[in-house]
Every structure is written in C-alpha cells, then in structure tokens.
C-alpha cells in the first residue's frame, strides 16, 4: 500500500565535508583575488590617462579655448592634489585654471583608486593642472608624470606627459 520512498537530503556529515571543502578554496583564492584586482586597476590607468589627455588635445583645437585637467574630488571643482578621487576637463575660457560654472565641463572622471595613490607632478607653471594650448593642442609648460604607487609596492608605475603631448609607461621602483 504504501511505497517507500527515499529522502533526497545531505546528511551532517556531507554538509560539514562541503563546507570545509569551500573555506578551504576560499582561503586559497582570496589572496590571488585581490592581487588580480590590484592588477587590474593597475592596467586600467594607463589607459585612463591617455584617453583623458586625447580628449583634452582635441577639444583644446576644436574650441580654440585652453582645456585643464585638474583633480577633482566632487567631481564639480578643482582640488589641489586629490588625483586619486578623479579629476575633470573644462574648457578654461576666463583664462584662471579653475572650472567657473559658466564655462564647459567636457569630462568628469572618478578614479576611486582601492588599491593604491594616484597623483600627478606638474612643471614650474602648472604644479596641480594641466592646460592645453588651444592654438596647438599640446600641453606647453604643463608637462611632467602621473604616479602610480600601490600598497603593495610591487606594482608602481609612472605615465610621463611630454611636452607634444605623449605618454610614456614607465614602472616605478620605489615611491616617494
């Protein structure tokens, strides 16, 4: 009359072996997790880098107008030295390297950098921007490196702007 059926469960055994066999694997891969992410974010700043400065060559031509480059921890205002939180580009047509709300914000980019410092390290006219010329596009007096620095200190980098507006990758050796 009544016909057996068997339970389709774990036992405790087969749930305790499980969840050894998970913290286990998690306790492996966590460290190799964030070393990936490190990389990753590593990875991602040089191309950051020269697509903010691309952008900022072009609209400098097209508008005829100085565009800056400056940190940004709002996202909405210049800040000095906070390259880490993000930055943004404005056309500068008042000529006062400060983003007014009458002028033309182009991009605002945040960083938001978790595993290391991100700053920028200007030339003698323009120490915490960087302005492009609007008769050339090029980044006269404003040139100098974005600096890379991780917590782990084994993955530095320098991105060096020159003078015509390029970029150079160069690894960091200690960070200062």
């Known amino acids: 009359m009544y016909s057996y059926c068997k339970s389709l469960a774990f036992t405790l055994l087969e749930l ?12 492996i891969a966590l460290p190799h997790y ?8 590593r990875a ?8 903010a400065i691309s952008q900022a060559k072009a609209n400098a031509v097209s508008y005829r107008s100085p565009v800056i480059i400056c940190a940004s921890q709002d996202l909405k205002s210049c800040t000095n030295s906070q390259w880490h939180k993000g930055f943004i580009i404005f056309l500068d047509q008042n000529h006062n390297q400060e983003f007014d709300p009458h002028e033309k914000l182009i991009q605002a980019t945040s960083t938001d950098y978790q595993y290391g410092d991100f700053s ?33 200190n084994k993955s530095n980098l320098i991105v060096r702007l020159s003078m015509m507006g390029q970029t150079r990758l160069e690894e960091a050796k200690t960070c200062e």
């Open 44 to 51: 991602q700043i040089l191309s950051t880098v020269r697509q």
């Open 120 to 152: 920028w390290k200007g030339g003698v006219t323009s120490k915490n921007t960087i302005t492009f010329q609007p008769d050339s596009g090029l980044p006269r007096g404003s040139m100098g490196h974005f600096k890379y620095c991780a917590h782990s």
């Open 16 to 27: 305790i072996f499980t969840i050894v066999i998970i913290s286990i694997l998690v306790m």
């Open 34 to 41: 964030h070393e990936f992410r490190e990389n990753q974010e």
